[in-house]
């Protein structure tokens, strides 16, 4: 498929149960431009026993050099309250896309499971990208609310390890969001955002509230970033019982 474009669709408590399932309400696989507007993904499910991906949604490139054609813009999505055995992105999963861009979307209520069984990154958002692709160009966030999310280990509202050029995050929400693993983990981290392995790195307008890590960056944990800069920002009632309650960073450049 060249282009994708879905408007208006609601996909609510859809399940795919097998062992790594992914993509529990919808899956789009290798489309070069994806354009999703005013759509909801709610309690959808994904993965068994072993886990998934991408309960609400997983959107995934090309392994190879096809993927710097891919592009994806959400506007006015929604996804709530999906969950299931996924490890990684119970709201929405991507690898391998190239631009990003999010706008008005919001991630409430997503959990990725906390187990015994391997760790669980990004509760509301998961965003990665394999070794075998060149580097992404972009990733946007402008006015989306990441709002009470879970993750047993790392990123409970936002997970991203990418080896992106641009992350602009604006006028966001991350509030209320765990990484709160009960079981013994060597550490949980990142509970609002979890982020590393990028270029230039823009924060502005942006609220990390409430967010609570049971180790180290309850609001914000950084890693790996050449060049950051935070503007205009509020870190207000964050925890974190080791470090960072607010923010966490290391081998960043500000």
Do not use: P
Request: hydrophobic share 35%; net charge positive; charged share 15%.
């Amino acid at each position: 498929v060249i282009n994708t474009v879905i408007t208006n669709c609601n996909y609510v408590e859809n399940m795919f149960y097998s062992v790594g399932g992914s993509g529990g309400g919808l899956h789009i696989k290798q489309s070069e431009t994806i354009d999703l507007k005013s759509c909801k993904y709610i309690q959808n499910k994904a993965g068994f026993y072993a886990g998934g991906k991408g309960a609400g949604l997983m959107i995934t490139g090309h392994d190879l050099s096809l993927a710097i054609k891919i592009s994806v813009r959400k506007l006015n999505c929604t996804f709530i309250g999906n969950n299931g055995e996924t490890k990684r992105g119970a709201g929405a999963y991507m690898i391998n896309v190239i631009n990003t861009v999010l706008i008005n979307c919001q991630y409430i209520w997503n959990r990725v499971n906390e187990d015994t069984d391997g760790f669980r990154y990004g509760g509301g958002l998961y965003i990665t990208q394999s070794e075998s692709i060149s580097k992404s160009e972009k990733i946007v966030l402008f006015n989306c609310k990441f709002i009470q999310n879970f993750a047993g280990d790392i990123g409970g509202g936002l997970y991203m390890n990418t080896n992106i050029k641009y992350v602009s995050i604006m006028d966001c929400t991350f509030m209320g969001n765990k990484a709160t693993a009960s079981v013994n983990r060597r550490y949980t981290t990142g509970a609002g955002v979890y982020m590393l392995n990028v270029g230039k790195l823009l924060i502005t307008n942006t609220t990390y509230i409430y967010n609570s890590a049971r180790h180290i960056g309850g609001g914000l944990h950084l890693l790996n970033i050449k060049y950051v800069s935070v503007i205009n920002c509020i870190f207000t009632g964050n925890r974190a019982q080791k470090s960072g309650a607010g923010v966490e960073m290391f081998n960043v450049v500000i």
